[in-house]
């Protein structure tokens, strides 16, 4: 029999009512159960504004992560020490929190109305870039930015610059002569190519590969008849993984143009993927309430975890691990508990208290099934003797009281 070494892998995931959890999974799967998740917000303190709507890595450790909420909150969660270092509230702007970055000590926000902001304790900046869906830092020129959302189309800025160093341009109108409709609802830097080359996703359902150093037009664009959510870049070389709202997520090959795989399970929309290198791991949330885990080679569903609310964000720390909060010694004695138990625990009791009393013994007596089954007949005929009664004298008053029958 050949053993295989256990290894761990460590999930954040966030959720549109606003908890924070963590997730360890094990590539043996006989240890992944509800003990590997933690939750790291207290939910009775949540309100209805504190969704979570942006979660990104804070530094290159992986020991800090930003938290962007619907009020307009941004905390950063230190890993290490389990708990908020910092908060900011995002009040340049209106609408919710689309992204967030940092560039050394600068912090990178932007909001759905249009607005990012970047600051720090000596200066600040504001650019406004026009309605937004998503916005996402370059992870190899934390310099660099990119912008997009419905009819604003992808823009590159960097940081320092009002302007943008390249703005897409749509492209040409169909064989009827009609303008192609423009919604980014996601964007992904392609990793080792200097920022020069971003894929783009779709409301409308296309994935859009741009390179700056080009032109503006896209240089490969792929069409699915479903709406994209999300997008991330893949292991390989010019590949990507793209979710939809249809509960699809599929592998799309940027170099061929056309799909390549797809990943299923998932029956609600897919709203975030992340990738794990070292063991070629594909994390992803949805709307389903599931978070899974699919090996990427042979696309099997390895792991999944039903985890009470609708899942927003996921993150999947490569760079260390972090420890579970109880150890499995502890979490062994004491069963954890879900949200929602939880909440009904702490509910009171409604209604009064019986008052206790001596029990009175009751005789048996043995039933005849004859006589039970006559009496019941008796009761039938009388209920319908009754209810003819009663009809019969509603007929009479109601035509006593007609003006036809007093003429």
């Known amino acids: 029999m050949l053993l295989t070494e256990d290894k761990e892998v460590d999930i954040f995931v966030a959720s549109k009512i606003g908890s924070f959890k963590h997730v360890k999974y094990h590539t043996d799967s ?3 159960n509800k003990k590997c998740i933690e939750n790291l917000v207290d939910i009775k303190s949540l309100q209805k504004d504190d969704s979570i709507t942006c979660m990104e890595w804070g530094n290159a450790d992986q020991t800090e992560i930003l938290l962007g909420r619907a009020n307009q909150e941004i905390q950063i969660y230190n890993t290490e020490g389990r708990t908020v270092t910092k908060t900011y509230t995002a009040d340049f702007g209106t609408g919710h929190l689309v992204g967030l970055g940092r ?3 600068k912090v990178i926000a932007a909001l759905s109305a249009g607005v990012v902001k970047i600051w720090s304790r000596k200066e600040e900046c504001t650019i406004e870039t026009g309605k937004l869906d998503r916005m996402r830092v370059c992870a190899d020129d934390p310099t660099m930015f990119a912008t997009g959302g419905e009819e604003n189309d992808l823009k590159v800025y960097r940081i320092g610059d009002e302007t943008p160093i390249f703005s897409a341009k749509n492209l040409s109108h169909d064989w009827l002569q009609l303008r192609r409709p423009v919604w980014v609802t996601d964007l992904a830097f392609v990793p080792g190519e200097g920022g020069n080359l971003v894929a783009a996703c779709s409301r409308h359902g296309y994935v859009r590969l741009y390179d700056s150093r080009a032109q503006r ?4 664009n792929v069409d699915f008849e479903m709406a994209a959510t999300c997008i991330t870049p893949s292991f390989d070389e010019r590949q ?3 979710g939809f709202g249809r509960g699809q997520l599929h592998l799309v090959d940027l170099r061929r143009g056309k799909p390549d795989k797809g990943y299923k399970g998932a029956t609600g929309a897919v709203t975030d993927v992340a990738v794990f290198p070292r063991e070629r791991l594909v994390v992803s949330s949805s709307l389903d ?5 699919h090996q990427f080679d042979t696309k099997e569903l390895v792991c999944k975890h039903y985890l009470t609310s609708k899942l927003a964000r996921v993150l999947a720390q490569t760079e260390r691990n972090t420890p579970l909060l109880r150890t499995p010694d502890e979490a062994a004695k004491t069963e954890e508990l879900d949200e929602m138990d939880q909440l009904f625990d702490d509910m009171e009791a409604v209604g009064e208290t ?3 009393s001596d029990p009175i013994p009751t005789k048996k007596v043995k039933s005849n099934p004859k006589e039970d089954s006559d009496e019941a007949i008796r009761n039938l005929l ?3 003797e009754k209810t003819k009664k009663k009809r019969e004298q509603r007929k009479k008053e109601k035509k006593a009281k007609s003006v036809f029958h007093n003429a």
Do not use: A, G, Q
């Open 240 to 242: 990507v993984l793209v």
């Open 103 to 105: 560039c050394k000590r």
């Open 354 to 356: 019986p008052i206790e």
């Open 382 to 384: 009388r209920k319908t």
């Open 30 to 32: 006989s240890k992944n």
């Open 217 to 220: 037009r896209p240089v490969i």
């Open 289 to 293: 309430r599931h978070l899974r885990v």
